[in-house]
């Protein structure tokens, strides 16, 4: 299983990124899909999930309103568009895959989590 995550870089504070994770060697449509990041120093968070099927979604406090997570099952990957970014959004962003059954709650623990993706570099400057 390979989850690879693209898009991250530099951006100013105000932009937008899309950051993709594009699945392989899995059944995607039997997976939740989720986006967490870790800045330095601080702890990884849960940023956004969405559900098997894209029919539900969770967003973390701090992006509500800014990011949107979506999925392609056809393509295998999952999207994270990032707007009106600011620095505390400067941080390691990492996909992740859950299996789990289509009425399953979204989970926002990392270990709830089987495959984790490299992580991708997001870095906003003032």
């Known amino acids: 299983v390979q989850l690879q995550a693209s898009g991250g870089g530099l951006v100013q504070a105000g932009g937008s990124l899309r950051l993709s994770c594009a699945a392989s060697?899995?059944?995607?449509?039997?997976?939740?899909m989720a986006w967490f990041r870790q800045a330095p120093g601080k702890e990884r968070e849960c940023v956004s999930v969405?559900?098997?099927?894209?029919?539900?979604?969770y967003y973390g406090d701090s992006v509500k309103g800014r990011f949107t997570i979506s999925r392609d099952n056809a393509k295998k990957t999952v999207y994270l568009q990032m707007n009106s970014l600011n620095v505390e959004d400067t941080a390691v962003y990492y996909c992740?895959?859950?299996?789990?059954?289509?009425?399953?709650?979204?989970?926002?623990?990392?270990?709830?989590?089987?495959?984790w993706g490299q992580g991708t570099q997001v870095t906003v400057s003032s």
């Open positions: 992740a895959a859950e299996h789990t059954i289509l009425t399953a709650p979204i989970a926002t623990q990392q270990t709830s989590y089987d495959y």
């Open positions: 060697g899995l059944t995607f449509s039997r997976y939740a």
């Open positions: 969405i559900s098997r099927s894209g029919g539900n979604t």
